[in-house]
């Protein structure tokens, strides 16, 4: 059974900067594709980040230029840099762990986090 565990969520000023991480555990992350959401009130889950089996990166328009996933080597844990922080991006962050069947990521058996608060005031 995997499990993901965020942290590093907080608040922070305008333009600032905050790391939040996602503990990997239950099984072999290279079975995995990766991805960090976010959640506003009222608003829909949307994806902002994902790192896929040999480091290929995708990123939301939103947040280009500004936030960076990575991993780490042993890829047991998944990073979300976030730099230049705005209002608009306070939100519940979560990460997200697909499956793969194949070269293709099972999003219908995705597994969540609990998720980690970030405050941009």
């Known amino acids: 059974q995997v499990q993901l565990v965020e942290s590093g969520g907080g608040s922070v000023q305008a333009g600032g900067s905050l790391k939040l991480s996602c503990e990997f555990s239950?099984?072999?992350?290279?079975?995995?594709?990766m991805g960090w959401y976010r959640q506003a009130p009222g608003k829909q889950r949307e994806e902002v980040a994902s790192i896929g089996q040999i480091g290929f990166t995708t990123y939301a328009d939103f947040v280009k230029g500004r936030f960076t996933v990575s991993q780490d080597d042993a890829k047991n844990t998944l990073f979300l840099q976030m730099n230049s922080l705005r209002p608009e991006d306070t939100a519940m962050y979560y990460c997200?762990?697909?499956?793969?069947?194949?070269?293709?990521?099972?999003?219908?058996?995705?597994?969540w986090g609990q998720g980690t608060q970030v405050t941009v005031s």
């Open positions: 997200a762990a697909d499956p793969m069947t194949g070269l293709l990521c099972d999003s219908l058996n995705r597994t």
């Open positions: 239950g099984s072999t992350n290279a079975d995995y594709c």
